[in-house]
């Protein structure tokens, strides 16, 4: 499938410019993509050049927040319109949770940290941090100031795409000609031979190392009698 919409494409478009966008228009695994495309350059159907990008993928702990909302958001969340006293407040909340909610809110301004109870300053939010990280997920741009942010909370790291532009090489052909390695009595009788395309041989290519004999251990023990006895100083 993946051989195909390349092969085809190329017949009556000069370029395939990202093999990324090229799989997700059509639904086909970017990885696939790559292996056939890999798969063609060495037999020079096409010609390929690297395309190499910095993308943001989520940690462990950013993809967590995606599901559960962030620290913040789960504190502000478990705070009464009245407040709560900060121990009854913890116990409601995972000690993870907590710790970066009461930092993360304080810093946003979302709660007051009384000395008798936590109470909220504000009556709604946004879980901002959530929507930021989903947008990542699905392969969205965010702005550089959030991308700060999120790296300083550890919640995504960078990691490099790599993927292919894509030509019509010098053997280009709208589908892949069968490659066979050796010519046969029914390839000359049937006439194919004239249509077969034949897998170029490399004539420079080494053998396998060859390994000397070894002495039988019987050998072995006459040799290490032999030489103990010349090495040794007494004349006969």
């Given amino acids: 499938m993946a051989e195909e919409a390349i092969l085809g494409y190329l017949q009556h478009t000069e370029e395939i410019k990202d093999s990324g966008e090229f799989a997700a228009e059509r ?45 913040e958001f789960q504190l502000f969340n478990a705070i009464p319109p009245e407040g709560i006293p900060k121990d009854e407040l913890q116990k409601k ?32 939010v946004d879980d901002k941090v959530k929507g930021l990280l989903l947008q990542i997920q699905q392969g969205q741009g965010i702005g550089s100031d959030d991308i700060k942010a999120l790296k300083a909370r550890k919640l995504i790291v960078p990691q490099t795409w790599k993927g292919y532009s894509v030509r019509k090489g010098p053997n280009y052909a709208p589908k892949r000609k069968q490659v066979v390695t050796d010519l046969t009595r029914e390839n000359f009788q049937s006439g194919e031979w004239k249509e077969l395309e034949f897998k170029e041989y490399n ?7 060859l390994e000397g004999g070894h002495l039988h251990p019987l050998l072995k023990a006459r040799n290490l009698f032999s030489f103990s006895f010349h090495s040794c100083p007494i004349k006969y």
């Fill in 27 to 71: 639904n086909i695994d970017h990885n696939e993509i790559v292996n056939v495309i890999k798969s063609l350059h060495g037999f020079r159907y096409v010609d390929a050049e690297d395309i190499k990008r910095e993308t943001w993928v989520l940690t462990d702990e950013g993809k967590t927040y995606t599901a559960t909302g962030s620290p």
């Fill in 203 to 209: 004539y420079s290519a080494k053998g396998a190392p």
């Fill in 93 to 124: 909340l995972d000690p993870s949770v907590f710790k970066i909610g009461c930092a993360q809110a304080a810093k946003n301004k979302w709660v007051e940290m009384g000395k008798q109870l936590v109470t909220r300053k504000v009556q709604n």
